[in-house]
């Protein structure tokens, strides 16, 4: 028997024991309208985390679909229900929000943060909006950006596109020191400049390993500039020694660790096995790992069933539990409703411990992105 949402006093969603909401986005707005909505709306038992100097909801989402056809199907026609998904998710208090410079291919490069910009300059209560929300943006470490003058302007790039006067988070997207270790300098001097002229509140890395985190860390150290965030692929499907040593890394740093991929592409949600495989690049890639994943995949499920949960939501509040901020990609409303689901409770010590088990007996793994170092 599912069990009843609980709200808070904009009607807003808290938790839910059941995968999505019985209310709709449209009661949602209706209910907070004629209530007032004070925003940020109260809605977990515990304060925001701290990443730096920002204050971030403990899961965050990505959007990396809002425009890339190629891996995620994007249409210019689903942009109402982004919009939707973005509405929702600041409703219940998400602030946090991952995009990249680099998000979209050909005349849709750019998309995820136009979209972002949009839809927070079209949120009701703007001003409330501008001020709590952080955006984490990438900027992409491409061949031709040779000079920290030359990251500066992609920054302010990314600011034009957003149409926000501050980006929360500027992050070097990925290292060059594997294959062009003078670029790297001047990249690092970039993060340096952006965050001196005011055009971040914070600078973060993505895709860092153990050894490269603890490089910049010191650079940027000497240089008045903290570390705020590192970002890397990291779940139970990427739970290797690198990862656990980046983990170690940050935890010693005082830097905050974001977990993108929570999800695995979307290996770990149960929708999906070796005769249902996803269209396009992903169902090659899921062909390969699925069939090894039966351990883990049974354990999610159990803890799932016994949680009144989804697989999606316990797999989430994983990466929670190892001190990161997940950011799972996002959308669909559903989508939305559903992530939020894994917020509000934890998993036991037992628990955690069971998941890790079960990850470890499973001979397949998640590939690791390219451009992380060592």
Not at 101 to 130: A, C, H
Not at 225 to 247: N, Y
């Amino acid at each position: 028997m599912a069990a009843a949402s609980q709200f808070n006093v904009t009607g807003t969603i808290i938790a839910s024991n059941t995968p999505s909401s019985s209310f709709s986005t449209s009661r949602n707005f209706k209910v907070a309208a004629a209530l007032k909505l004070s925003f940020p709306p109260r809605i977990w038992p515990w304060e925001k985390v701290k990443a730096g100097p920002l204050s971030v909801s403990p899961m965050g989402f990505g959007t990396w679909a809002w425009g890339n056809q190629l891996l995620w199907g994007y249409q210019e026609s689903m942009d109402s229900e982004l919009q939707e998904t973005f509405n929702l998710a600041l409703l219940n208090g998400v602030n946090l929000f991952d995009t990249a410079d680099s998000y979209g291919i050909g005349r849709l490069v750019g998309q995820s943060e136009k979209l972002l910009g949009k839809f927070i300059r079209e949120f009701p209560g703007k001003k409330s909006v501008e001020d709590d929300i952080v955006i984490a943006t990438k900027l992409a470490a491409y061949p031709w950006r040779l000079t920290p003058g030359q990251f500066v302007d992609a920054c302010q790039a990314s600011l034009d596109r957003l149409q926000i006067k501050q980006i929360g988070i500027g992050q070097l997207h990925w290292s060059t020191a594997n294959y062009a270790p003078l670029q790297e300098r001047a990249l690092w001097d970039g993060l340096v400049a952006m965050y001196e002229k005011g055009l971040v509140r914070a600078v973060g890395v993505s895709n860092y390993g153990p050894k490269q985190l603890l490089k910049i860390h010191e650079y940027l150290k000497a240089r008045g500039v903290p570390l705020c965030s590192a970002q890397v692929q990291f779940s139970l499907l990427s739970m290797g020694r690198d990862q656990m040593e980046i983990k170690s890394v940050c935890n010693s740093l005082g830097i905050r660790l974001i977990s993108y991929s929570p999800l695995g592409l979307g290996m770990l949600t149960g929708k999906y096995s070796p005769s249902n495989l996803p269209k396009g690049p992903r169902g090659l890639l899921f062909r390969q790992i699925l069939p090894g994943l039966e351990p883990l995949l049974v354990s999610l499920q159990e803890i799932a069933e016994k949680r009144r949960k989804t697989m999606s939501q316990v797999a989430i509040n994983w990466c929670i539990c190892k001190g990161t901020i997940p950011i799972p990609g996002v959308k669909s409303v559903k989508q939305v409703e559903e992530n939020l689901g894994a917020l509000g409770w934890r998993l036991t010590s037992d628990e955690v411990l069971q998941l890790e088990d079960s990850a470890l007996e499973s001979p397949r793994k998640m590939i690791q992105n390219i451009f992380q170092t060592r």
